[in-house]
């Protein structure tokens, strides 16, 4: 299972999308959201999946990479579903002992299933075609305007990307410990509820000792490189945009004003 989380992975390549300004690409994620959260209807939201399936195969990435990327989250859509449609009040098309499933806990269960998938694929989208360096570039160009007011751009947007880039990393380092613990007899995925809690005890604890020494590591070695934060630091690559920028937010507005339109018309479910 751990090995399923590609959270703050970039895979590189040479697609349209991974040509695409930082800047931009964080900017057309948030519009994303913004679609789905303002859609009202299923075929709103369908518009809202249509502009992430364009923007996927724009990416040349795998299906299977983004399938595998659900697969933690799969225990959240089921609890979210079930708490839809037994707690919605509509017409009963089911009733088991005092719990009823009825059709508007179906539809909003369908609803918010299809919006979570969609709002997980669509943030992960950003992270695979675009590499930390690039986006902690990007993110202190978005926030370097609040600079004025003495707000450190420079060392947040240097903070989110450290948090997001070593997330595969402790993945990674649970996975070798949990190993490490099975292979000393350890019983991870057996027993009862509490006894699966106890027995995260000595996974946990290593870990811990194993994040804060990396990031002793991490700051010694920024210490010997005399860093010292944003001012007066200069780029390697300097973010450019250009014209298929401009083109790729032209339309994932067009996208957006759609929905708009859409939800005035009240057409279909109604979230």
């Known amino acids: 299972m751990l090995k399923d989380i590609t959270i703050g992975q970039f895979f590189p390549g040479d697609s349209v999308i ?5 800047r931009f690409k964080i900017l057309m994620t948030a519009l994303f959201i913004v679609m789905l959260f303002s859609a009202k209807n299923f075929i709103s ?4 999946v249509l502009f992430f399936i364009i923007a996927f195969a724009a990416s040349k990435l795998s299906p299977k990479l983004m399938l595998k990327s659900l697969k933690p989250i799969v225990p959240v859509i089921v609890i979210t579903s079930v708490l ?17 499933i009825t059709d508007q806990g179906i539809e909003t269960s ?12 669509g943030s992960s989208l950003l992270t695979y075609t675009t590499s930390p360096i ?8 978005i926030l370097k305007p609040l600079a004025k007011i003495k707000f450190p751009a420079h060392e947040l ?5 450290i948090a997001l880039r070593f997330i595969p990393t402790l993945i990674e380092e649970t ?17 009862t509820l509490t006894q699966r809690a106890k027995a995260l005890v000595p996974i946990l604890i290593p870990l811990f000792v194993s994040s804060f020494r990396r990031a002793e590591e991490l700051a010694l070695a920024m210490e010997c490189r005399c860093y010292n934060g944003g001012e007066g630091r200069t780029k390697l690559k300097t ?18 004003c759609g929905i708009m339109v859409l939800n005035l018309g009240r057409i279909g479910f109604e979230a």
Not at 45 to 48: E, H, I, K, N, R
Not at 116 to 121: F, P, V
Not at 175 to 191: F, N, V, W, Y
């Open 157 to 161: 947007a240097m903070m989110m990307t």
């Open 239 to 256: 973010l450019v945009s250009g014209g298929k920028d401009y083109l790729a937010l032209s339309i994932t507005l067009f996208f957006l």
């Open 110 to 121: 369908l609803f918010m299933i299809i919006r979570l998938i969609a709002l997980i694929c």
């Open 134 to 141: 690039v986006l902690t570039d990007a993110i202190e160009q």
């Open 175 to 191: 996975d070798k410990i949990m190993s490490a613990q099975k292979a000393r007899g350890a019983e991870l995925d057996s027993g």
């Open 84 to 100: 839809n449609i037994f707690f919605i009040e509509g017409i009963t098309l089911v009733k088991i002992y005092k719990l009823r």
């Open 45 to 48: 939201l369908g518009v809202a």
């Open 18 to 22: 991974h040509r695409l300004d930082a």
